[in-house]
C-alpha cells in the first residue's frame, strides 16, 4: 500500500516543502501537504501539531515538518502523543532515527541544509526501517505514561 507522508512547515519552509513533496510524489508516496502555501509570517507550533497529528491519528504513516531551523516545529510535533520527531540536518541521523528510535517524524531546517542534501536526507529516513529488539525496549520507555 502506498504510504502516506503528512508534510507541513511554516513560511520559512515553503519552497523546500514543496520541493520535498514533490520528490517523495516521484518516488511512489503519496505526499499528503497541509501547507501552508502563502508566504505571510505564520506559527510553526499550530502547523507541526497539525501534521503530527494526521501521523498520531494513523491518517499518515509518517510525516516531515520544516521550519527555519526545523527546532521549533519538531518541539511543536513532539507534544502531540505517540509523535516521535527528531531534526536532522545529516543523512546518517535521518538514517538512525528509523533504525533506533522508531521515529514518525523527521523535521529539517530550510535555513541550514540546501535543498540537495534535504533530498538526501529524506531518501535516508524513507528508506530506514526500525531495527526493533534492544531498540524497541528503549522506544516503550519513551512511550510509557
Ligand atoms: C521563523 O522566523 C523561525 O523562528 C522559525 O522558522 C523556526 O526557525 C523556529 O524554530
Do not use: W
Not at 511554516?10 to 511512489?28: M, N, P, V
Not at 538526501?120 to 524513507?126: G, R, S
Amino acid at each position: 500500500m502506498t504510504k502516506r507522508i503528512a508534510l507541513s512547515s511554516d513560511h520559512a519552509a515553503i519552497e523546500l516543502r514543496q520541493a520535498i513533496a514533490k520528490h517523495i510524489t516521484e518516488l511512489g508516496y503519496e505526499a499528503v501537504d497541509i501547507g501552508p502555501t502563502t508566504p505571510e509570517s505564520t506559527h510553526y507550533p499550530k502547523h507541526g501539531q497539525a501534521a503530527a497529528e494526521l501521523v498520531a491519528s494513523g491518517d499518515c504513516d509518517l510525516g516531515i515538518i520544516l521550519c527555519g531551523t526545523g527546532q521549533g516545529i519538531m518541539m511543536a510535533a513532539n507534544k502531540v502523543k505517540g509523535i516521535r520527531c527528531g531534526v536532522c540536518s545529516d543523512s546518517f541521523s535521518a538514517r538512525m532515527i528509523r533504525m533506533h528510535n522508531n521515529a514518525n517524524m523527521l523535521s529539517i531546517g530550510a535555513r541550514v541544509v540546501g535543498e540537495g542534501l534535504a533530498l538526501d536526507i529524506v531518501d535516508a529516513y524513507l528508506s530506514a526501517e526500525f531495527e526493533g529488539g534492544r531498540h524497541a525496549t528503549r522506544v516503550d520507555m519513551i512511550e510509557a505514561d
